[in-house]
């Protein structure tokens, strides 16, 4: 080892003077540390590093279809490469992506502090699900390099059964394990918000975020079970023709959307619901409201958990299942829409009459809800049968259900990373940059997704490598939209480089940054490894704002052991300038 | 009151659609043009709502503590309600148009399809086929009895606002009454690989004239009930089911007068015999026995292809119902009930797949081929069959 190479303890060391406390990330060092780590927190950042990464590749894969369909002769690839770019971008952007992104990463960072719990009910079980979503990661992404599978991220037979002659089993396998870790994590949800709830904390005293999180649980391991079966059988289909599906056999091609469906729809809600959770909390912290109509809010995102697993059939209304099941399908789905709306104007009300801020964490919250409003309302357009019949399978689709992912999920996420922040990491992100990237997010969205409205409602069918060339306002709307995501790729990226440099450069953050009223926000920033010096008392109602000097970190708030003689534990290491 | 909403609704057009080419489309354009201004109103009232608030309560000092507010249960229960009359409208109105387009009528020109990785299959009654072309007169309702010989695809022609999927081992329909002569995209709207977006054509709506011209023209084809009836002389069919009126029962159940009956199988209950019971008793005879019948008959699964079970199954259509009788002249022109179309005579030819037809597809580095005229029999392969006129199953009628 040469001279100028530090040793592990004077690395360990500097990485422990990057903080003035000592605290989950510092309380030990070394790549094992993470890896063998039983601390929900660090497990979460384990989760924020995968799923970023998967995001990263999705959003490759993206701008590869953006590209493409910039003109409409398929000349940038062939059609059959095209068909496994759109495939693996679905893959990768729903199961490890778009469905642990939120509860794995900030789930598993905030439970456990929300409800005032030193960890998760079986943090061994908790640091399993990580290993097992990367199992399963690894598996689908060998998959992708070995050559890729061509039947979108939705398999259906007899396609993938029996025609493709891509690595449909090897990605199907990966999807089966990775399933076993949402269940993982959902029971672990479920568990400790039953079992570890502080004193005090009462189910109606709980933040929002953890009921919307333990109805999502609900929806994983009550679903992801039938995802699992789908997965299997098709394998076996594919390897053994034991004639599930293939109606040559006398199988049923349907049966397999209804399974599929029975599992991917209420998998939509598992996106959504989490980031309606955390847009919960972003408005109450910002507007220093209490939620209006917190048991509202509460129970609509259980009446969203049972009401979306009886909606699987609106996915199939062209595809010869009765027009009576049609129906049915039908006005359960707008029955299921009644929850989401009622939270809508929820939040809205809340903010009446509030302290509203414009930081960004709120900018996203405000964001959220207008593109929910629109992603929620031409869900509407897809529930009307007679409609449903010309827009399903277009670009309308597409527009709907990004609307819905990328402008409910990915707005959610956002924001919450960034009003978290400060807790996860201990220091502030460049508020200014933070703004300004929400902004170009936000215009490179719409930009992207709305012109595919109006290209779906013109008959422009989806998974479409090329388009009539004498369709001259179907280029322009595409050109439009690869044009928005340009800039909406841009825009991701600013939050990507700004939170690396806030990592090790940000203004150090207080316990309290915003103020918020979670038990999360009266631990240092960061957290001990065990979340709270002393167990929590709760003797106060969820967001119950109080002037800030009530809202002080639990326990005795000194510091039980400080490096290196700097600042002083819980207190603002430089004053901070907030508008 | 009603009649002058339907003829409002009938009106309607809305921006960035695609043209109005069926009986469906106003219809379909009224209820999207509805949803439209619901969303616009509700979005913009939200989003008006939270920028006044963020402007009008924006933060002033750092420590500032708003009055908390509890929820209000009339307020919860008016925007629960509300939202949910409303999207009953919808769902009410969604329902309505559901229904007509998938009840199929019966008085209808009949067209088989048979989709197939990359292409689609028509088979009109009257005997033509086409490859990825579909032509139909103005005004006549068009059925469509459809399957596939591989993996699912999807009927879509957007101008129509009329999709279905196209499932293999089952048939699925859909109908259409064209309002307007013109050209209009066909595509595949179900992923089916690697040429999915090469899976399209073109349905060309003709004048009435127009189109008795294109079934006149080319050297004649056989209808599809004819050439359903060498198969099954062909295919020994003949030897165990008797297919003539009041001839003697055979090994297997008679095909006189077979089609819509309710017939009696064995383990009890009945069945319907349409389209998709004879497809059943072909392909799998074994799964719906008819009452008193051995189960001797052998399995056609993979020696038929689709389009010749639906050959067979226009054959035994013509071979008349339970409660129609149907005559059978020599050049084997009969009728059925539910519109069949009479024979054509002539000779057997057979229609193959010409490079000409497979570039009729919208989508590519090709062009497209220039419109053609009516009566193009390019695109037919085998041409039209003579139709007499008193037969003819629907006579075109003038929107």
Redesign the interface.
Known sequence: MSQNQPTPEERGHEWRSRFPTVNYLNADYGIKSWLLTKDHKRIALLYLLSVTFFFALGGAYAAAIRMELLTPQGDLMQSHTYNKVFTHHGILMVFFFLIPAIPAVLGNFLVPLMIGAKDLAFPRINLLSWYVYMVGAVLTFAALLAGGVDTGWTFYVPFSSSYSNTYVILAGLGIFINGFSSILTGLNFIVTVHTMRAPGMTWFRLPLFIWSHYATSLIMILGTPVIAITVLLLALERLAHIGIFDPRLGGDPVLFQHMFWFYSHPAVYIMILPSMGVVSELIATHTRKPIFGYSFVAFSSLAIAVFGFLVWGHHLFTSSQSVYAGMIFSIISYIVAIPSAVKVFNWTATMYKGSLSYDTPMLYAYAFVGLFLIGGMTGLFLSALGLDIHVHDTYFVVAHFHYVMVGGTVMGYLGGLHNWWPKITGRMYPEGWARFAALVIFVGFNLTFFPQFLLGYMGMPRRYHAYPVDEPLWQVLHVASTGGASILGIGLLIPGIYFIWAMRYGRFASANPWPGTGLEWRTPSPPPTENFVTTPVVTWEAYEFRPIEEMAVVGPGEPDQPVGGQHPINRDAEPEPRA | MSLILAMFLAQVT?P???EQAST?AP??DA??GY?WV??TF??LA??A??IF??VK????Q???????????MV??LT??II??LI??T??V???????????APHEAMEVFVVGK?WMWKFQHQTGQREINELHVPVGARVRLTMTTE???H?F?V??F?????V????Y?QTWFEATKAGRY?M????????????MGGYVEVMEPAAYQQWLAGGTGAESAASQGRKLFQDRGCASCHQADPGGQQGRGPTLWGLFGKQQAIQGGGTVTVDESYLRESIL?PQAKLAEGFQPIMPTY??QLSEEQVLQLIAFIRSLGTGTQQSIQGGGGGTGSQRGGPGEGGGAVTTTGQSPDIQRSN????T??RPSQGGGAPASTGSGGARTPAGTNPQPPRNP
């Not at chain 2, 309560?57 to 002033?60: A, G």
């Not at chain 2, 606002?161 to 999927?165: P, Q």
């Not at chain 2, 499932?167 to 089952?170: E, I, K, L, S």
């Open positions: 809305v960035f659609a695609p469906f219809e379909v209820l999207y949803l619901l969303t509700v979005t939200i989003t709502l939270i608030f963020a309560y924006r933060r002033r750092a420590t500032e503590l708003p009055r908390p507010r509890a929820g209000s307020l919860e925007w629960t939202p949910l999207s009953m919808i769902f109105w969604g329902v309505s148009i559901y229904f007509r387009i998938y009840r990785q591989d993996v699912i999807s879509y957007p101008a606002r009329v999709k279905m999927d499932v293999p081992g089952r699925t995209y595509f595949c709207a179900e992923y089916c690989g690697t040429n999915h977006s090469g799998n699964q993979g919208p989508i590519g580095p062009q497209p």
